[in-house]
């Protein structure tokens, strides 16, 4: 099973789409690996810095449709090899979220309300998030303040999810 803790990165803007995820002339590229140093670099967010904000970074908050445009393995492949496993929003382009729980990745969704919470507290500080993963449990943690949030998966989601993707989930059935 991925990681799910670490560094969050937060990215405050709706609509994060496929493209400002891994630019589509990337996509000719032949391994994950190559597409390490361009995730994120199209991205219309002020103030954001692809070279140096990523870095060091697991985990992305983010606000509504997340993984939204075209549909392609790629925009979850360039989080994997940047070590982001886990990616926390209200609401995510439908295909987008298979793939990520395809590559036993997780694309979890908390209420809107939660996500503005989580930004008002944390966004504005070096914030750690420890994923519980049996207990359905994220815990973030920034100076003196700690705060846990309840998370739910479906029951695939989280085979796939243990399994360390589809085709290890595959293998393992069929």
């Not at 609509?15 to 219309?44: C, V």
């Amino acid at each position: 099973m991925k990681n799910f803790s670490g560094k969050v990165l937060f990215l405050n803007r709706s609509d994060i789409n496929t493209d400002e995820i891994i630019p589509a002339r990337y996509l000719t590229e032949n391994t994950k690996e190559a597409l390490k140093p361009y995730l994120l670099e199209d991205i219309n967010l002020e103030g954001f810095d692809n070279k140096k904000d990523i870095e060091g970074k697991a985990v992305i908050i983010t606000r509504e449709n997340f993984g939204c445009g075209s549909s392609r393995e790629h925009a979850p492949w360039a989080f994997e090899v940047n070590d982001i496993n886990l990616v926390i929003a209200p609401s995510f382009a439908r295909i987008y979220k298979r793939n990520m729980f395809n590559c036993g990745m997780m694309a979890v969704e908390l209420p809107a309300e939660t996500i503005d919470q989580i930004f008002s507290v944390f966004s504005n500080h070096d914030t750690d998030l420890e994923t519980v993963f049996n207990d359905g449990l994220f815990i973030l943690t920034a100076a003196n303040i700690m705060e846990s949030f309840e998370f739910r998966i479906s029951g695939f989601d989280r085979a796939l999810v243990e399994a360390g993707g589809w085709v290890d989930y595959a293998d393992s059935k069929y």
